[in-house]
């Protein structure tokens, strides 16, 4: 909830005062983004089945839980190579 209010916050400040108008479709965009993270991620620690494209995506995220400093992200390790926390 406060990482949905702290990313919300500026969507809401420059939606009012530009009055673009695209707030609400930026929230359904971070509810569907939220709700997909949480998804697979749950299926990652439960082994439950994954779409063949995050085949790599479980071994990926459970060494994050080995090793709590590197691969903060769960099925695209986008943010790990552009800060270099993707590990060996
Ligand atoms: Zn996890």
């Known amino acids: ?25 930026i929230f359904v965009g971070f509810a569907v983004y939220f709700i997909t993270v949480e998804e697979i991620h749950w299926r990652i620690h439960l082994g439950e089945w994954l779409p063949p494209v ?8 459970l060494a994050h839980h080995a090793r709590s400093d590197a691969r903060f992200n769960i099925f695209l390790p986008l943010w790990d190579l552009a800060f270099g926390t993707a590990g060996d």
């Open 1 to 25: 909830m406060a990482l949905f209010a702290i990313n919300g916050l500026p969507v809401v400040i420059v939606d009012f005062l530009f009055r673009f108008g695209i707030a609400p479709g």
């Open 54 to 61: 995050l085949g790599a995506a479980r071994a990926y995220h």
